[in-house]
């Protein structure tokens, strides 16, 4: 089989390995919604997350990277491995992603696209305002979608971002989140529709700050939100240190 | 590349992968001491991690499950993804791999050992009483090693193992543990033993019993258990349905 070796941006002379995919989940947070990074093939009319192959000579996260600087532009991502999807027919399709994609019968790269692919499933947090989203040579719109108006996706990609969706939810449990998400300063009621959206539902107002403030990774500032209807909510901003020892030791602490 | 067909107990005609293995931790507690299965090899003296192939009709957690099967005996094994390791030097040594494990010139599938691998690492709980250590084709030896006696093991599986435990240590923060490590009924005692050891640190008796009390995943049953010296210490078990919440939705309950 021949592998695509030119299927980026950047012409290349390596080969991409056999069998191993990468798929990437992307959240942004933008006017009180949690927002997800999809695209559209201009083949097929479907909606896909944004994924990619990995070079002989790189790992699956530098592979990761690589793949979202060339879709969002961006650089320093906060990326997670979050679980591997090797369903034997997760890429059984009739008509065939080689057909549809490729458009085929004299492409050299056709038949590689249809052996089976295992796919690391990353998710990442990024700050909505910074991404310049672009499609790749197969897909003809990158575009944020809201969560709760992403439809079906191609192949297994809805599993894909219900399991980083869920894996997301756990985490809250006990690892703090919003630094990637945020901009630097917020009011606590951005903070809790940022948590809101990720679950799917309303959190109480003041259990919400309540817990928040005592988990002690906020710093209050001596700002308001200006241009507020009523009263103007007072700012924060996390305080990385706390911030980053609840994320190595959990929210609660050190046994 | 030929993929080696009959490498396991059940010969197959089907072919592996390329390019994917999965590597287990799998820990075992006994004598208050938390242990590792390991294999020892026949060519090359190296310790090594149990781990295996996947074949082209089966996922990996399939894939995982046989391994660890013919490996401990056990069906029904508590077992997760934690990690893909794909760092692109991992498996380069000199001699290669194939020239000690197959001791190799005119062995066909000497070759297919030497492509690059990138390993999917699952942790595994079990109880160690149940544990049949079985050596596979390569190596001589299986047995439990305590988690302070393990030495240098092959290629990245101390890093490997490393990145289990801290996954486990994280995991301590917000999701109970010891269903599938202790015996049914267990003294407070004996839980705190296996939080100690996965730490790597002593715990306060005081404190251990009062938080642990408070996540209510513990029934306090009517026996003590016989035949200790001095005090004879009460007995507990899970309680499994609000343990089984507490994996869902972390010790801390929902937002």
Partial sequence: MTSPVEMDIKKESRNYLDHISL????????????????????????????????????SIEVAANRVLKVRTGLDQIFLRQFNVFSDPQRSNRNPTVAD????????????????????????????????????????????WVNLDKIGKLMMDHNAILNKALETLRLQLTFQPIGYNLLPEKFTMSELRKLYETIFGKELDRRNFQRKMLAYDIL???????????????????FNLESYQKALDEGLNGKW
């Fill in 23 to 58: 798929d990437c989940v992307v959240f942004g947070f933008h006017s009180n919604q949690l927002k997800v990074l999809v695209l559209h093939m201009k083949k097929t009319g479907e909606w896909v997350l944004p994924g990619g192959f990995v070079y002989e000579d790189e």
């Fill in 219 to 237: 710093s209050r500032l001596d700002e308001v939100r200006q241009g507020v209807a009523h009263k103007s909510p007072g700012l924060y901003k």
């Fill in 100 to 143: 549809l994609l490729m458009s085929g019968q004299d492409h050299p790269e056709a038949s590689w696209f249809n052996q089976r692919f295992i796919s690391v499933g990353f998710y990442a947090l990024v700050e909505y305002s910074q991404v310049q989203p672009q499609p790749d040579e197969l897909s003809d719109i990158c575009e």
